[in-house]
């Protein structure tokens, strides 16, 4: 069996196991990256493939580990982690502009996520993107405005304030907050009976090379990047006067007011404020276009 297919069916191994195997596989550089994606597209080359999959690796088993509170085996959430990185790897393409792990993140979210909504048993939902938002971010929801922590229901002034926030009715969050109560548990339940030990003291700390991990961070300087990348091209759709004012008004470290570009420009104040809501618009429709075609491409 083959790296790629004995990591995406992680049946029957530790994933604690599979967490110190990743450490072991270098992260790649751009060049290699890209010559290891051909490879596999190209002529299916199962090396490149299984060098790919062991460089995201930790990606992976941490993406996966974000979704541990809805109580399922771990090495399934790693597996359906893994299978959509391999369909990242398939449909990725280098004119995106971006690496790898920062289109693979994506896919490899979807993935899971659409491995708990058909593993949930009491919730048979998710056919919509309104109901898959309300079920994985109604509970973070519910904990940052202190609603509903301890077990008991959220009352329908609770509700309504949680609908207006997801645009929906109050009754979707109603309804949806009844079917996830049946299998909510808090990371502060005990484990076990014998100890005070909770849940949430199974997490990764700093020891275990997942808090402040570098390729976080070499992920996160790649989405900052990207942006970037995204924010130079569409500014070549503006003209040199728009431009002249979206970088004085928004992208200098000292803000220029309205006044002192009118006259810069010799157009009133209310003038440079429509060019610059027009720019700002223009600058909107560029990069929404650009992400899509990057993330559905």
């Given amino acids: 069996m083959s790296f790629a297919q004995r990591n995406i069916s992680a049946e029957g191994e530790s994933w604690r196991f599979y967490v110190r195997s990743a450490r072991r596989y270098p992260l790649l550089d751009r060049e290699e990256e890209q010559a290891l994606i051909r490879a596999w597209q190209d002529h299916e080359d199962q090396g490149a493939l299984n060098r790919l999959v062991g460089s995201h690796m930790r990606m992976a088993v941490r993406l996966a580990l974000q979704y541990r509170g809805y109580h399922l085996p771990v090495e399934d959430l790693i597996a359906q982690s893994n299978m959509g990185l391999v369909q990242a790897i ?16 994506w896919w490899m979210k979807a993935a899971i996520q659409d491995y708990v909504l058909k593993s949930w048993s009491m919730v048979r939902i998710g056919t919509t993107s309104k109901q898959k938002r309300l079920f994985f971010n109604l509970r973070g929801e519910k904990a940052m405005r202190s609603m509903g922590l301890h077990g008991e229901s959220m009352t329908p002034q609770d509700a309504q304030t949680i609908a207006d926030h997801f645009c929906v009715s109050s009754d979707d969050i109603m309804m949806m907050d009844e079917r996830l109560h049946a299998r909510d548990m808090s990371l502060n339940a005990p484990r076990h009976e014998q100890n005070d030990e909770e849940w949430i003291d199974s997490l990764f700390d700093g020891d275990e090379g997942y808090e402040g991990a570098p390729e976080r961070d070499y992920q996160e300087k790649e989405e900052k990047q990207y942006r970037l990348h995204l924010l130079q091209r569409a500014m070549g759709c503006l003209s040199h006067r ?34 610059e809501s027009h720019a700002i618009r223009k600058l909107r429709r560029f990069v929404l276009q650009r992400h899509r075609e990057h993330v559905y491409s």
């Fill in 242 to 275: 728009e431009k002249h004012i979206v970088r004085a008004r928004l992208l200098s470290s000292q803000h220029v007011t309205l006044e002192t570009l009118g006259a810069d420009l010799g157009l009133s104040r209310e003038r440079v404020r429509q060019i």
């Fill in 90 to 105: 398939q449909h990725y393409d280098a004119r995106f502009g971006c690496r790898l792990s920062t289109y693979a993140v």
